[in-house]
């Protein structure tokens, strides 16, 4: 891959991936809120992996986590903790997932909260595959995104020059210059 077309389109890409991880959180983080709220008066159920947390404790930590991340990923100016913030998380998850497996759960993840059984009905296993989707493509990204950075296919410079949009305006507010000094 070429400097000059990495320079062009990574960026751009970045912010598409963390846009799209910040709005998969949201979604995710509020439906696991509202199971927890709706679980509130039911009988607490042990988490089956951190058994001395119930499963509304569990949904509650784990939205409000998201949510966190998300607001993070929306608010901060850095791409790189950006980035490393979503390969934290996903890291996490899979550690989780692994750690089920590792138990021999047969369950179904809660990565979307209790609202999935109205939501989906006997589909569930099917939706624990779209979610083990959505953890690779968290996970793998990230880390093709910070491996470019730090092997030099797009520098910190480009990165914060593609932000300010189409035709210029970096953290400077002068026109961006790319690899070759000519503003791509």
């Known amino acids: 891959m070429c400097g000059i077309e990495a320079a062009?389109?990574?960026?751009?890409?970045?912010r598409v991936f963390l846009g799209s991880?910040?709005?998969?959180?949201?979604?995710?983080g509020l439906l696991k809120l509202v199971s927890a709220v709706g679980m509130r008066g039911s009988v607490a159920v042990a988490d089956p992996l951190f058994y001395?947390?119930?499963q509304t404790d569990m949904l509650v930590g784990v939205g409000v986590v998201e949510l966190g991340v998300a607001t993070f990923l929306v608010m901060s100016g850095n791409a790189l903790w950006r980035l490393g913030a979503v390969l934290w998380l996903a890291s996490l998850f899979l550690l989780y997932r692994l750690g089920l497996v590792f138990i021999g759960f047969q369950g179904?993840?809660?990565?979307?909260?209790?609202p999935r059984a109205?939501?989906?009905?006997?589909e569930g296993r099917r939706m624990d595959g779209v979610?083990?989707?959505?953890?690779?493509?968290?996970l793998v990204l990230s880390l093709m995104f910070l491996w470019w950075r730090r092997n030099g296919v797009v520098t910190s410079a480009e990165a914060e020059a593609g932000e300010g949009g189409e035709g210029g305006g970096?953290?400077?507010?002068?026109?961006?210059k790319?690899?070759?000094g000519y503003g791509i």
């Open 52 to 54: 001395f947390l119930n």
């Open 8 to 14: 062009r389109w990574v960026p751009r890409a970045e």
């Open 170 to 176: 970096g953290a400077t507010g002068g026109p961006a």
């Open 178 to 180: 790319g690899v070759d």
């Open 108 to 114: 179904n993840c809660l990565c979307l909260g209790k």
């Open 118 to 122: 109205w939501m989906l009905g006997p």
């Open 21 to 28: 991880v910040a709005g998969i959180l949201v979604i995710t």
């Open 131 to 138: 979610m083990a989707g959505m953890l690779a493509y968290m």
